[in-house]
């Protein structure tokens, strides 16, 4: 195939200003490598500043950190107690009129380590729950702390001795802790 002069002074012009487009665009530096310091170069320095020529460092066994994993110990389960310190209101044996309110209080004590929360109780476990709900919530309380618990109770309407008994119950349903009761003599 004949291409005419012309053309080809054009495109040897086009090539050559690519090429020199190219070379223009390309990196003229050439990299630096690193040479350590001499003890020469720093002649102030006290001790060993450059390894020998050819010496090759890596790390040894001494140099190599390797991180401890701690498990924690494990928290030993919270013991649920509660004791009766004493009455606040309404002795033992008070006269009371029929169908008049009672409004029994109790100072006892979270002997325990657990801390009582919403999740606490007192049940009913023995005698006439005198109108009261047989479970009721315990006002919260920390480990080793004094609180008044409080229940209002209505005297029935026959005359005689009642006795209402209460316990607190733990999370898990289970009662603990000392008994509390109330105990009056409704008359007349």
């Known amino acids: 195939m004949n291409v005419p002069a012309t053309q080809k002074r054009s495109l040897l012009a086009a090539c050559s200003t690519l090429v020199w487009t190219l070379t223009a665009c390309a990196p003229t530096s050439t990299p630096t490598f690193f040479v350590p310091p001499s003890a020469a170069a720093y002649p102030n320095l006290e001790g060993p500043v450059a390894a020998a020529p050819g010496t090759v460092f890596s790390p040894s066994a ?14 030993p389960p919270c013991t649920d107690g509660l004791t009766y310190v004493h009455d606040v209101t309404i002795p033992d044996g008070t006269n009371v009129a029929p169908g008049q ?20 109780r007192l049940k009913l476990i023995g005698g006439d729950s005198m ?37 607190a119950i733990g999370p898990d349903g289970k009662p603990f802790g000392d008994p509390f009761f109330v105990s009056i003599a409704v008359a007349p």
């Open 62 to 75: 001494t140099s190599v950190i390797v991180p401890t994993i701690v498990q924690p110990s494990p928290t």
């Open 131 to 167: 109108g009261a709900a047989p479970l009721q919530a315990l006002y919260p309380a920390r480990a080793g702390t004094e609180i008044t618990l409080r229940i209002v109770f209505t005297a029935p309407s026959a005359t005689g001795l009642y006795e209402s008994q209460w316990k």
């Open 101 to 120: 309110p009672v409004d029994k209080q109790w100072l006892v004590k979270n002997s325990g380590t657990c801390n009582w929360d919403v999740r606490y």
